[in-house]
């Protein structure tokens, strides 16, 4: 009995033994085989899923993106491709502001920016003003769609002188300078006579590694430049060249020398200036009679004879005035300033 019975432990333990291993086997089956039908089950659902999101972006189904992330724009290509040329100006008498406001709805006080690419560079345009309406129509009619063309970013200050004290342009220029740089780091600058219209559009208003000289030729003079070295009308100077010069002289009040003035500048600076082909750099000059207040600067030659003497001390930073008003019209800015009286 005693034999049977250590027998029959052994025998039972060894039922519990192979169950186990039954059991531990069928548990390592069931395992083995879970792992992979979840990985045979997920991965065409990835594939299916990426599959139909690609298929829904191509169709114009898929979901808005509500991420709100600007669209990056890409850089304007060099030559822009909505240049015309040359062509032909008109100045029609029956002209007014409004139809010029409707013409450029894409311009908001004075500043516009391509919507479909980022301008390779920032312009500010600077014009010195004094009762001189009419010809700032006709030019702002031309030139705002004659920069949208370049595809440039822009702005176009309009610096008034108030008072009736003798005009001075070079000031005015300088003010418009410092005035500018309050709203934006222009990287270029544009000094613009009112009276000047460009007549086409490859004659590109953006700064180089030199001063630029804009005007080669106009109606009044032929299209031939007026003299050799004559710097006047339209220049274009970064905004780094412009403040190593130290801007314009604040002295000429008056017609005539300031653009001489700043050309002997840039020279002392070793700058060498630039110029656009002379059948691009035309310009149409709209006929006006010497404004009252603007007389012969009878002492031009005298202070042009001492710009190497005074140039550092005399220019941006000695630019003195009052700023009167700053209004942002539709069109451009205008900047109304007391620049004072000539001290001579």
């Known amino acids: 009995m005693g034999i049977f019975s250590t027998v029959s432990k052994v025998v039972r333990r060894s039922k519990y033994f192979l169950l186990l291993l039954?059991?531990?086997?069928?548990?390592?089956?069931?395992?083995?085989?879970?792992?992979?039908?979840?990985?045979?089950?997920?991965?065409?659902?990835?594939?299916t899923q990426t599959f139909i999101r690609g298929d829904e972006m191509n169709s114009g189904t898929a979901e808005p993106d509500q991420s709100n992330t600007p669209i990056e724009k890409g850089e304007c290509p060099q030559v822009s491709p909505l240049l015309k040329g040359a062509m032909n100006l008109s100045f029609a008498s029956s002209l007014k502001l409004k139809d010029v406001e409707s013409a450029n709805k894409g311009v908001t006080e004075g500043?516009?920016?391509p919507s479909d690419c980022t301008s390779r560079q920032s312009v500010a345009i600077l014009i010195p003003h004094r009762s001189r309406e009419k010809h700032l129509l006709y030019l702002l009619h031309h030139l705002h769609p004659f920069l949208q063309r370049q595809q440039l970013h822009y702005a176009i200050y309009v610096i008034q002188q108030a008072g009736d004290a003798t005009f001075n342009r070079a000031k005015l220029l300088n003010i418009?300078?410092?005035?500018?740089?309050?709203?934006?780091?222009?990287?270029?600058?544009?000094?613009?006579?009112?009276?000047?219209?460009?007549?086409?559009?490859?004659?590109?208003?953006?700064?180089?590694?030199?001063?630029?000289?804009?005007?080669?030729?106009?109606?009044s003079t032929g299209y031939k430049l007026r003299y050799k070295g004559y710097f006047g009308g339209v220049t274009a100077m970064t905004r780094e060249q412009f403040l190593q010069v130290n801007g314009f002289s604040n002295s000429y009040w008056g017609?005539?020398?300031?653009?001489?003035?700043?050309?002997?500048?840039?020279?002392?600076q070793k700058m060498k200036i630039l110029r656009p082909p002379a059948d691009v750099a035309r310009y149409t000059m709209v006929f006006h009679n010497r404004d009252s207040g603007n007389q012969i600067n009878k002492y031009r030659m005298g202070l042009l004879s001492q710009t190497l003497q005074v140039w550092k001390k005399d220019g941006l930073n000695s630019c003195s005035y009052k700023t009167l008003s700053v209004e942002r019209l539709p069109l451009y800015v205008n900047v109304t300033a007391d620049i004072g009286k000539p001290q001579v």
């Open 111 to 113: 500043e516009y920016e």
């Open 22 to 47: 039954l059991s531990l086997s069928v548990l390592a089956w069931i395992t083995n085989f879970s792992g992979e039908t979840v990985k045979s089950i997920l991965a065409p659902r990835a594939t």
């Open 176 to 219: 418009g300078y410092l005035e500018a740089l309050k709203d934006y780091g222009w990287e270029c600058f544009i000094f613009h006579d009112v009276d000047l219209v460009p007549e086409n559009d490859h004659n590109l208003y953006v700064c180089d590694k030199q001063p630029k000289h804009l005007v080669v030729g106009r109606n």
């Open 255 to 268: 017609w005539g020398g300031e653009d001489d003035d700043l050309r002997v500048r840039v020279e002392l």
